[in-house]
């Protein structure tokens, strides 16, 4: 049977991870309160960041940042976009 939760980003029940995407407190608040579907889009927009501001994800300061930017991410707030980054067209 497929777990739900009320995803805080997508304001809606929606089907759940299988399981926290890391260990510690932040991962369980993840799997508790986010959907599978609004977590791949945190991916999607979090590698869109590493490749187009290019990171370093060895250094402490990205680690910082991006947590930043996935808690304001997931509750819907406002976040970073990658400067000058356009989406490639569909193709006919």
């Not at 759940?16 to 945190?42: C, D, M």
């Amino acid at each position: 049977m497929t777990r739900t939760v009320f995803c805080r980003r997508l304001k809606q029940e929606l089907e759940g991870l299988e399981r926290p995407p890391f260990p510690g407190p932040a991962g369980q608040a993840i799997f508790e309160n986010v959907s599978k579907q609004a977590w791949q889009e945190w991916l999607k927009h979090q590698t869109l960041l590493i490749n187009e501001k290019r990171l370093v994800l060895t250094d402490p300061a990205t680690a910082t940042y991006l947590a930043t930017q996935r808690e304001k991410f997931l509750a819907g707030e406002a976040v970073d976009r990658a400067e000058g980054y356009v989406p490639p067209k569909d193709s006919p």
